[in-house]
């Protein structure tokens, strides 16, 4: 896959307007937990980072991932410049770094961020991942980045995951 990555956009079409309004359908989607994890992007002695929910694999060959971005989120910016970026799979007891990441810093937390392939990740976590972006896909009001995954590093003893649903941990 050489080359730029692609960007896919489809025209707006007028759907009729469904029964529901998005704080019902937001609520409803709620209740399939996910796991959390950290996106982060740009350098290493100062990277963007974000919280996120809406990730999954994307193909097993080749290694493809794909993660949801928010239009309005300050990483969309960010992700739709960078050519490569970092996802940090988070255990149970890295809610901290979750909510930090989710702009609800800390007081005393320092972030911690390792290189893998020259990407920023979090220094501890249950999986840390290095993607070259292949593909955007423009979807609703978020972006789908399509990631191959370039480096992956994967801790032998981890704690159960960080789990999402219904809106808490």
Do not use: W
Request: overall charge positive; proline content about 9%; hydrophobic content about 40%.
């Amino acid at each position: 896959m050489a080359g730029r990555p692609r960007t896919l956009s489809t025209p707006a079409r007028s759907l009729p307007s469904p029964e529901f309004d998005e704080r019902t359908f937001r609520s409803a989607l709620g209740r399939f937990p996910t796991g959390v994890i950290v996106l982060t992007v740009g350098p290493q002695r100062n990277p963007h980072a974000m919280t996120a929910n809406a990730f999954m694999s994307g193909s097993l060959a080749p290694p493809l991932v794909v993660v949801s971005v928010g239009l309005k989120a300050r990483m969309h910016e960010r992700i739709m410049r960078a050519r490569r970026f970092g996802v940090s799979i988070l255990e149970t007891e890295q809610e901290t770094e979750s909510r930090h990441f989710a702009g609800q810093p800390v007081a005393r937390f320092a972030p911690r961020f390792a290189a893998l392939g020259g990407v920023p990740v979090l220094a501890r976590a249950a999986v840390t991942l290095s993607a070259r972006v292949a593909h955007r896909y423009t979807c609703g009001d978020h972006t789908l980045v399509v990631g191959e995954v370039e480096r992956l590093e994967v801790d032998n003893f981890p704690s159960p995951p960080l789990v999402f649903y219904n809106g808490r941990y």
